[in-house]
C-alpha cells in the first residue's frame, strides 16, 4: 500500500484548516469559503440579484459581515433559510478557539441556531484530525458511525452497519430499475480484516458495511476509536472494552451513545421492567476504564457504555454524550 493510498475523508474539509500550537483546528477562509459553495446555495438560473450579490460576496470574503436586509431582500425563503444556518454556524465557531472547543460547548448543552448536520461535519473533520496517519482501515469505518446515520441488518448473530444514505439510495435506484430491492437486502460490500484495503480507494462514498458484534473486529475497533476521541479531548488515557452484556452487581455509571441508548440504560440501573423487544435494540456494550482522573467514588470502576439502534433500526450517535458525561474530577 502506498502512502498516497492513506489519504481519506477528503470531503471533510480536514485539509482546508488550520492548527494552533496545541494541534487543534482553526477555521479558515477557504474552509468556510467551501459551504458557500454547497449546492444549497448554488447559483441557479432563477436566482435573484440579491442572491447572486450575496453569494459573490461570501465567496470572495467568506467572514464578511452580512446585514439582514441582505438575506431578506432575496427571493427564496429556502435560500434564506439556507444562508441563516450556514452564517448561524459560521458565528458559533467564531466565538471559540478550536473547533474542538466549539464541539465541546456543544457537548455541554450551549444552545444552537444551525442544523444538527453540521454537527456531525464537526465531528467528522476532528475524527479525521484524530485518525490522521491510521493505516487500520476498520477503524476509519468504524468512525464513520460517530457522525454518519447507520442503517442495522441483525442476521445470524451478526450485527451489520451500512451507511443510511448508501443503503437508501441504492433501494431508490433499484425501484427506478423495476427492481424489488429494499432496505433489507441492499447491496452493500462488508468490510473484514481480510478486505480492508479496498476501504482506502472509496473513503468518500460511505458504500461499505461492518459487523459490530461484540466478538468481531469491527467492535473492537469502534473501541479504539472511542478510546482516541476521549485522549483528543479530554487528554485522558482509557480503556475501551467490548462486553456481551453487564454482569457488575456494584454498577455505578453509565453512558448512552445515542439517545435510545441513555434511556435503555437509565431503565436498565433503576431496575425496571423492559419489554425484550426494547432490550434487542441495544447493539454494543463497552466497559470504560481509567487509572485515576474520576471522581473519587468511581476510583477503579468502570463506565458502562452502550449504542443502540431506534425502533425503526437506525444508529444516531451522539459521541459528545461521552465527553460530557465521564465522571470526571472537577466536573
Known amino acids: 500500500m502506498t ?9 471533510s474539509g480536514w485539509h482546508l484548516l488550520d492548527r494552533n500550537k496545541d ?53 427564496d425563503p429556502d435560500i434564506i433559510e439556507n444562508y441563516r444556518a450556514v452564517l448561524a454556524f459560521r458565528e458559533f465557531l467564531g466565538q471559540h478557539d478550536s473547533l474542538e472547543a466549539a464541539y465541546m460547548a456543544i457537548a455541554g448543552g450551549a444552545e444552537i441556531s ?8 464537526i465531528c467528522h473533520v476532528i475524527l ?12 476509519l469505518r468504524a468512525a464513520e458511525i460517530l457522525f454518519r446515520t447507520q442503517s442495522v441488518t441483525i442476521i445470524d448473530g451478526r450485527i ?10 441504492q433501494s431508490d435506484v433499484s425501484r427506478l430499475e423495476g427492481s424489488d430491492t429494499n432496505n433489507d437486502n441492499a447491496q452493500i460490500d462488508v468490510l473484514t480484516s481480510e478486505t480492508a484495503d479496498f476501504y482506502w480507494e472509496r473513503s468518500e462514498f460511505f458504500d461499505t458495511a461492518l459487523n459490530i458484534a461484540y466478538d468481531q473486529p469491527g467492535a473492537a475497533a469502534l473501541a ?9 479531548f479530554l487528554k485522558l488515557k482509557v480503556t475501551v472494552t467490548p462486553l456481551q452484556s453487564i454482569e457488575n452487581e456494584d454498577w455505578q455509571w453509565h453512558i448512552g451513545l445515542d439517545s435510545d441508548s441513555s434511556t435503555i440504560l437509565d431503565d436498565l440501573y433503576h431496575q425496571k421492567d423492559i419489554p425484550e423487544i426494547r432490550l434487542q435494540q441495544i447493539l454494543c456494550l ?30 444516531n450517535a451522539k459521541p459528545q454524550n461521552l ?5 470526571l474530577q472537577g466536573n
Not at 444551525?114 to 461535519?121: G, I, L
Not at 451489520?160 to 439510495?169: E, L
Open 114 to 121: 444551525f442544523p444538527p448536520m453540521f454537527v456531525d461535519q
Open 128 to 139: 479525521r484530525q484524530i485518525l490522521d496517519g491510521e493505516i487500520d482501515a476498520m477503524k
Open 224 to 232: 479504539r476509536v472511542l478510546e482516541e476521541w476521549v485522549v483528543h
Open 23 to 75: 494541534g487543534l483546528l482553526l477555521p479558515t477562509a477557504d474552509f468556510m469559503a467551501a459551504y458557500f459553495h454547497r449546492p444549497e446555495l448554488a447559483l441557479v438560473e432563477e436566482s435573484c440579484d440579491a442572491e447572486r450579490a450575496l453569494h459573490e460576496k461570501l465567496t470572495a470574503d467568506p467572514f464578511a459581515l452580512v446585514d439582514d436586509s441582505e438575506l431578506t431582500a432575496m427571493a
Open 323 to 327: 465527553l460530557a458525561n465521564l465522571p
Open 3 to 11: 502512502l498516497a493510498a492513506l489519504s481519506f475523508w477528503s470531503t
Open 160 to 169: 451489520m452497519v451500512a451507511d443510511q444514505t448508501t443503503v437508501q439510495f
Open 286 to 315: 463497552f466497559r470504560l476504564e481509567t487509572e485515576g482522573g474520576f471522581i473519587e467514588r468511581m476510583d477503579g470502576k468502570p463506565v458502562y457504555l452502550a449504542l443502540s439502534q431506534n425502533p425503526v433500526g437506525i444508529i
